[in-house]
């Protein structure tokens, strides 16, 4: 598609043997020459544009995400601006206040960059490594379980229910991530969850 | 953009979502009237002030042109549904080049042509294209129709690439927008013509949506945002524009894919932009693009050789 300037013409102009681009070939080589020098001290910066899903709720809207340096080239990339992807079927550029608010809730002081825990009768939030949370949670998945998991209910019938504990999982996942963490859920036996999956 | 400036009241528009069309034909008259009001305004703040002002009073003569003319023979209904049934350009270009309507209009539009202001060079282009002996003056059409501009006669090519955007405009502009299909990405579903750029959009009912403006017939239409206009890749896009001007309302969007780029102009951050005119008036990116090792994708008889 890209237009190559390779073709001989039967017309010559005199004059304009040299010329080799519409500015110059019209007589406005000056005004050419002028945005030339303005422009020499300028370097170009690459902003990028990325479509992403919404990390709200499961309507899974999608969005596009600017941002400055290029994550492709090794730079760290700073987000700049957070809008409703027009060509998106499901939300056609359009954004509730939550997804509106991207942005702020990616930029925020106040948001949780790694696992934190507030002990019993604590007042403050600690940081914690990953196999530290993860070990804890697991622990105290098992004996919550142990204690109150419903095998059988009391006409004898086995429904392998576990009540006590809920499971509120992300939004913005693939079908196959949904469909995943809904299989760990009902493995477990947990009643109280809510996923992609269910929409 | 003409064609969104409808004044006809739609309820349908309040408090709903609507789909934004495909496409948007040009009105001819308003399309170049409207080209030649951001070609003055460009002209009060830039360096390249003389060649807008000269653009300015060229697209006024099309306007003018566009008006004066009589309502042009539409495309047959069974070109068009020939060309839809086969996912093809309506406007054929082969067609239009022994179009006796064509000719006319050419005539009319170099008869004209002299009276714009214009340095000696370019009237030197305009007194050749003028006194080219027919033969002559059919292998320029055809090179406009290919949009194969030979570099060494590129001012004649200019004036007769704007004489037959009146034409192929008033073509355009006889067609039903239902009517047409993509044809392929980056060619325009009319003409097959390549893209002089693409524009956010900023208007009611298609905000943040993309219309890629054919540089021959003037249509605008849709085609999906963060996506190569020349190869059609989704992948290794990216947008350049000057340091500190991360937020420019005219960009360049690079694709890694093919190694060429294409203007995008941000409506939706300046409501003024005009495809062809700031697409000139910017010539700016196209120098420092220059440098770079990507190559513009974007057609426009007035900008060529970048």
Same mark, same amino acid.
């Not at chain 2, 308003?30 to 009060?44: D, I, K, N, P, T």
């Not at chain 2, 054919?214 to 947008?239: D, P, Q």
């Given at each position: 598609?890209?237009?190559?300037?390779?073709?001989?013409? &039967?017309?010559?102009?005199?004059?304009?043997?040299?010329?080799?681009?519409?500015?110059?070939?019209?007589?406005?080589?000056?005004?050419?020459?002028?945005?030339?020098?303005?422009?020499?001290?300028?370097?170009?910066?690459?902003?990028?544009?990325?479509?992403?899903?919404?990390?709200?709720?499961?309507?899974?809207?999608?969005?596009?995400?600017?941002?400055?340096?290029?994550?492709?080239?090794?730079?760290?990339?700073? &987000?700049?601006?957070?809008?409703?992807?027009?060509?998106?079927?499901?939300?056609?550029?359009?954004?509730?206040?939550?997804?509106?608010?991207?942005?702020?809730?990616?930029?925020?002081?106040?948001?949780?960059?790694?696992?934190? &825990?507030?002990?019993?009768?604590?007042?403050?939030?600690?940081?914690?490594?990953?196999?530290?949370?993860?070990?804890?949670?697991?622990?105290?998945?098992?004996?919550?379980?142990?204690?109150?998991?419903?095998?059988?209910?009391?006409?004898?019938?086995?429904?392998?229910?576990?009540?006590?504990?809920?499971?509120?999982?992300?939004?913005?996942?693939?079908?196959?991530?949904?469909?995943?963490?809904?299989?760990?859920?009902?493995?477990?036996?947990?009643?109280?969850?809510?996923?992609?999956?269910?929409? | 953009?003409?064609?969104?400036?409808?004044?006809?009241?739609?309820? %349908?528009?309040?408090?709903?979502?609507?789909?934004?069309?495909?496409?948007?034909?040009?009105?001819?008259?308003?399309?170049?009237?409207?080209?030649?009001?951001?070609?003055?305004?460009?002209?009060?703040?830039?360096?390249?002030?003389?060649?807008?002002?000269?653009?300015?009073?060229?697209?006024?003569?099309?306007?003018?042109?566009?008006?004066?003319?009589?309502?042009?023979?539409?495309?047959?209904?069974?070109?068009?549904?020939?060309?839809?049934?086969?996912?093809?350009?309506?406007?054929?270009?082969?067609?239009?080049?022994?179009?006796?309507?064509?000719?006319?209009?050419?005539?009319?539009?170099?008869?004209?042509?002299?009276?714009?202001?214009?340095?000696?060079?370019?009237?030197?282009?305009?007194?050749?294209?003028?006194?080219?002996?027919?033969?002559?003056?059919?292998?320029?059409?055809?090179?406009?129709?290919?949009?194969?501009?030979?570099?060494?006669?590129?001012?004649?090519?200019?004036?007769?690439?704007?004489?037959?955007?009146?034409?192929?405009?008033?073509?355009?502009?006889?067609?039903?927008?239902?009517?047409?299909?993509?044809?392929?990405?980056?060619?325009?579903?009319?003409?097959?013509?390549?893209?002089?750029?693409?524009?956010?959009?900023?208007?009611?009912?298609?905000?943040?949506?993309?219309?890629?403006?054919?540089?021959?017939?003037?249509?605008?239409?849709?085609?999906?945002?963060?996506?190569?206009?020349?190869?059609?890749?989704?992948?290794?896009?990216?947008?350049?524009?000057?340091?500190?001007?991360?937020?420019?309302?005219?960009?360049?969007?690079?694709?890694?894919?093919?190694? %060429?780029?294409?203007?995008?102009?941000?409506?939706?951050?300046?409501?003024?932009?005009?495809?062809?005119?700031?697409?000139?008036?910017?010539?700016?990116?196209?120098?420092?693009?220059?440098?770079?090792?990507?190559?513009?994708?974007?057609?426009?008889?007035?900008?060529?050789?970048?």
């Amino acid at each position: 598609m890209n237009v190559e300037l390779s073709r001989r013409s &039967l017309l010559k102009v005199a004059g304009a043997g040299v010329a080799a681009t519409s500015v110059t070939a019209m007589g406005f080589g000056e005004a050419e020459a002028a945005v030339a020098a303005h422009v020499r001290p300028f370097k170009l910066v690459n902003t990028t544009e990325t479509r992403n899903t919404c990390t709200y709720c499961s309507v899974a809207c999608g969005v596009i995400l600017y941002s400055r340096g290029d994550v492709r080239k090794g730079e760290h990339a700073e &987000l700049l601006h957070v809008e409703g992807d027009a060509d998106h079927p499901t939300n056609l550029g359009t954004l509730c206040p939550k997804g509106a608010a991207l942005k702020d809730f990616v930029k925020s002081e106040t948001r949780l960059r790694y696992p934190m &825990l507030r002990r019993p009768g604590s007042d403050r939030f600690e940081r914690i490594s990953w196999d530290q949370a993860l070990d804890r949670i697991a622990r105290l998945m098992k004996d919550d379980r142990d204690a109150n998991f419903i095998a059988r209910n009391q006409a004898g019938v086995t429904v392998n229910r576990w009540t006590t504990t809920g499971m509120l999982a992300a939004s913005a996942t693939t079908n196959e991530t949904a469909w995943t963490t809904f299989k760990v859920a009902k493995t477990l036996g947990i009643v109280g969850f809510d996923n992609q999956a269910r929409v | 953009m003409s064609g969104f400036s409808g004044l006809q009241p739609d309820p %349908s528009m309040i408090g709903r979502i609507v789909r934004p069309p495909f496409a948007v034909l040009p009105e001819p008259a308003g399309l170049f009237s409207g080209r030649a009001e951001r070609f003055a305004e460009l002209a009060e703040s830039s360096q390249l002030a003389p060649y807008l002002r000269f653009l300015s009073a060229l697209s006024a003569l099309q306007s003018r042109l566009a008006a004066a003319l009589p309502p042009a023979t539409p495309i047959p209904p069974e070109q068009v549904e020939r060309a839809r049934a086969g996912k093809m350009p309506p406007l054929d270009r082969k067609l239009l080049e022994k179009s006796a309507e064509l000719r006319e209009v050419i005539a009319r539009f170099l008869d004209e042509a002299p009276t714009l202001d214009m340095p000696a060079q370019a009237a030197e282009g305009l007194e050749a294209l003028r006194r080219a002996p027919a033969e002559i003056l059919d292998e320029v059409i055809g090179n406009v129709l290919a949009d194969s501009i030979p570099f060494e006669a590129l001012s004649p090519h200019l004036f007769l690439s704007a004489a037959m955007q009146v034409h192929a405009a008033r073509l355009a502009s006889s067609l039903d927008p239902a009517l047409l299909v993509p044809v392929e990405t980056g060619l325009c579903p009319v003409c097959g013509g390549p893209p002089v750029a693409s524009i956010v959009s900023g208007r009611l009912g298609t905000e943040n949506v993309r219309y890629v403006g054919c540089a021959f017939c003037g249509t605008h239409w849709n085609e999906v945002r963060i996506k190569c206009l020349a190869c059609g890749s989704t992948k290794g896009i990216g947008y350049k524009s000057a340091e500190g001007e991360e937020d420019a309302s005219i960009k360049a969007e690079t694709c890694d894919a093919c190694r %060429s780029w294409v203007k995008i102009l941000y409506q939706n951050r300046n409501p003024s932009l005009e495809c062809v005119a700031d697409d000139v008036a910017s010539l700016g990116l196209d120098l420092l693009m220059r440098e770079t090792d990507y190559r513009r994708a974007g057609f426009s008889p007035f900008l060529i050789g970048y």
